[in-house]
C-alpha cells in the first residue's frame, strides 16, 4: 500500500488566504499524527499520509477550530475544496510558538533518516514546500547528528587517505602521524563549518541552515534556485535573504583552519580559498540535492511528484 498526500488551501469568510493555520492529520486506528503549516498563499501539504479514514484539524488564533473527514486511497493525491474558517466569537490565545516548534521537531525527524542510497547523511535537506522554522535547539541538533554519523568518520578517513597518497599539505608528513594529522584537519574543517555555518550563526542571524528542494518548474529556473541557495536562504520569518550565516561561516571555518594546517599552507591564501571552495562546493550539491540525490535518498519525497507518490 502506497503513501498518499492531502493539500489543500485555507481561507478566511472573505476569500483570502489565511497564513499561518496548523492542519493536523490524523489516521483512524493510528495513535501518531502528522502537522503542517499553511503558507502565505493558504496551502498547506502533509505527505506520506497513511491511506484509509482520516481527519484533518484547523486551528488558528482568531478562528474557530474546524475539522474535516474524509479517505484517502493508496497512492492518492488528494486535492481538498478550500477550507474557510469562520472567526472566532470569544478570541482565545493559541500558543502558536510551541506548535510551531513542536512541527519542526517531527520535520527534522523525518529529515534524520534520510541518507544517500541508505548510509550517507542527507540531514542538511528538507522536502517540505514551507518547512516550520528551527529554533536554536535543533539546528545544534542537526549539528551534532551530522558531524557525530559514523559515516562521516569514514567519509574524512578516505579523504585523508587521498590526500596522503598525493601528498597534500606536505608539511604533515607520511605514516601513521601524517595521515592522523590529515584526518584531524579534515574533521575539524567540517566541525566548524558545520557548526559555525549550521548551527551558531544560524540561529544568532535567525536563518534556517537547510537546504529547501524546490522540484517543480523549468530546468532552468530550478537549475538558477540551487545555484542561488549557495548565497540565499530563508530566514526564521519565512522570507528569503542574504545567507550570511552560511557565508560568514565558511569564512570563519577557513580562518580557524589555520591554526592546524601545516606553516607552509598558512595565511590568508588559506582562509579565502577553502572559502571559496566552501561556497562552490555548497552550489555543486544544491545541485545534486535538486537534481539526483532525492532518487538515490529512501524516506525524500516530493509532494505534487506523481512519479513518486
Given amino acids: 500500500m502506497l503513501s ?44 506520506n499520509a497513511t491511506p484509509g479514514e482520516f481527519q484533518l ?8 477550530s474546524t475539522s474535516y473527514q474524509g479517505t484517502l486511497k493508496s497512492g492518492e493525491v488528494l486535492g481538498l475544496q478550500e477550507t474557510r474558517l469562520e472567526l472566532a466569537t470569544q478570541v482565545t490565545e493559541v500558543r502558536v510558538e510551541e506548535s510551531t516548534v513542536e512541527i519542526a521537531q517531527q520535520q527534522i525527524q523525518v529529515q534524520e533518516k534520510q541518507r544517500i542510497l541508505g548510509a550517507i547523511p542527507n540531514f542538511y535537506v528538507t522536502y517540505e514546500p514551507n518547512p516550520a522554522p528551527l529554533n536554536t535547539k535543533q539546528k545544534y541538533e542537526l549539528a551534532w547528528k551530522s558531524t557525530l554519523d559514523p559515516i562521516t568518520f569514514v567519509v574524512v578517513g578516505g579523504i585523508a587517505g587521498a590526500q596522503q597518497a598525493t601528498d597534500a599539505f606536505s608539511g604533515y608528513g607520511q605514516g601513521a602521524q601524517g595521515y592522523a594529522k590529515r584526518f584531524g584537519a579534515t574533521y575539524a574543517d567540517i566541525l566548524t563549518g558545520t557548526f559555525i555555518g549550521g548551527a551558531i550563526l544560524p540561529s544568532i542571524m535567525k536563518q534556517d541552515p537547510r537546504y529547501i528542494y524546490k522540484g517543480t518548474g523549468t530546468f532552468r529556473s530550478r537549475f538558477w534556485y540551487a545555484i542561488s541557495n549557495a548565497v540565499m536562504c530563508k530566514g526564521d520569518n519565512g ?54 540525490l532525492r532518487k538515490l535518498t529512501p524516506h525524500a519525497k516530493k509532494v505534487n511528484d506523481p512519479a513518486n507518490p
Fill in 4 to 47: 498518499g498526500v492531502v493539500r489543500g488551501t485555507v481561507v478566511d469568510q472573505t476569500g483570502t488566504p489565511l497564513a499561518g493555520v496548523h492542519v493536523r492529520f490524523t489516521h483512524q486506528g493510528l495513535a501518531t499524527s502528522q502537522a503542517a503549516v499553511t503558507g502565505e498563499d493558504g496551502q498547506f501539504e502533509i505527505v
Fill in 239 to 292: 522570507k528569503w535573504q542574504v545567507c550570511y550565516s552560511s557565508l560568514m561561516g565558511s569564512l570563519a571555518a577557513g580562518g580557524i583552519s589555520n591554526a592546524y594546517y601545516p606553516e607552509s599552507d598558512r595565511g590568508a591564501a588559506l582562509t579565502f580559498e577553502n572559502f571559496g571552495i566552501g561556497v562552490g562546493a555548497t552550489a555543486g550539491v544544491n545541485l545534486l540535492q535538486e537534481f539526483v
Fill in 57 to 64: 484539524t484547523f486551528t488558528a488564533s482568531g478562528f474557530r
